[in-house]
């Protein structure tokens, strides 16, 4: 039926349809979402640790002299924080704790968990030390190697530090905690 000014517009029944349908996909692309903010998060910080066992490696070759690489982890798993520098030990919470001079300038080389909300980690290395020493010689781990892991309430992701200073990304075979990408642990 047709107005008297010849315009049409939407019937309450086909308004209703597309609001229906709209609230369907919003429904289901929320959680996706939410899981891909988590697996993002959790990636960044696997791959922050990697990126600084394979930075400290390869600066106690270059340098010759040893690089250690401290982590500082809470009993509860967070807050966590980790720091590259010429000593044992650096403070890595303390913006000046963990320094490298590179090309004559003292550069802050750490990592906090303020940088990564709802993630934590547990550090298992076979000394009970949280830290690895890079030797100069051939870039061997001279203290320690083994796991951190990386989860927030979903997802894991290990970073391996093997006894020949390789450090390795892996997670977990297990469906539910995967995080697709990453070799099985």
Same mark, same amino acid.
């Given at each position: 039926?047709?107005?008297?000014?010849?315009?049409?517009?939407?019937?309450?029944?086909?308004?209703?349809?597309?609001?229906?349908?709209?609230?369907?996909?919003?429904?289901?692309?929320?959680?996706?979402?939410?899981?891909?903010?988590?697996?993002?998060?959790?990636?960044?910080?696997?791959?922050?640790?990697?990126?600084?066992?394979?930075?400290?490696?390869?600066?106690?070759?270059?340098?010759?002299?040893?690089?250690?690489?401290?982590?500082?982890?809470?009993?509860?798993?967070?807050?966590?924080?980790?720091?590259?520098?010429?000593?044992?030990?650096?403070?890595?919470?303390?913006?000046?704790?963990? @320094?490298?001079?590179? =090309?004559?300038?003292? &550069?802050?080389?750490?990592?906090? +968990?303020?940088?990564? *909300?709802? /993630?934590?980690?547990?550090?298992?290395?076979?000394?009970?030390?949280?830290?690895?020493?890079?030797?100069?010689?051939?870039?061997?781990?001279?203290?320690?190697?083994?796991?951190?892991?990386?989860?927030?309430?979903?997802?894991?992701?290990? @970073?391996?530090?093997? =006894?020949?200073?390789? &450090?390795?990304?892996?997670?977990? +075979?297990?469906?539910? *905690?995967? /995080?697709?990408?990453?070799?099985?642990?």
């Amino acid at each position: 039926m047709k107005s008297g000014s010849g315009m049409r517009g939407f019937t309450l029944i086909e308004l209703l349809i597309v609001v229906t349908i709209a609230a369907i996909l919003v429904a289901i692309g929320v959680p996706s979402l939410r899981d891909l903010i988590l697996k993002n998060r959790l990636r960044g910080a696997a791959e922050e640790a990697q990126a600084m066992l394979q930075f400290a490696r390869s600066e106690a070759v270059k340098r010759r002299e040893d690089v250690y690489v401290n982590f500082k982890v809470d009993p509860s798993g967070t807050p966590w924080c980790f720091g590259t520098a010429k000593t044992s030990n650096c403070d890595c919470e303390d913006v000046s704790g963990c @320094v490298l001079a590179i =090309a004559g300038t003292n &550069v802050s080389k750490r990592v906090r +968990s303020i940088d990564y *909300t709802g /993630v934590t980690a547990d550090v298992a290395f076979l000394s009970g030390n949280h830290e690895v020493q890079y030797g100069w010689q051939r870039g061997l781990p001279t203290i320690n190697n083994g796991t951190i892991t990386f989860n927030n309430d979903r997802f894991e992701i290990q @970073v391996k530090v093997s =006894a020949l200073g390789r &450090v390795k990304m892996c997670s977990p +075979s297990d469906t539910a *905690t995967k /995080v697709f990408g990453y070799d099985d642990c």
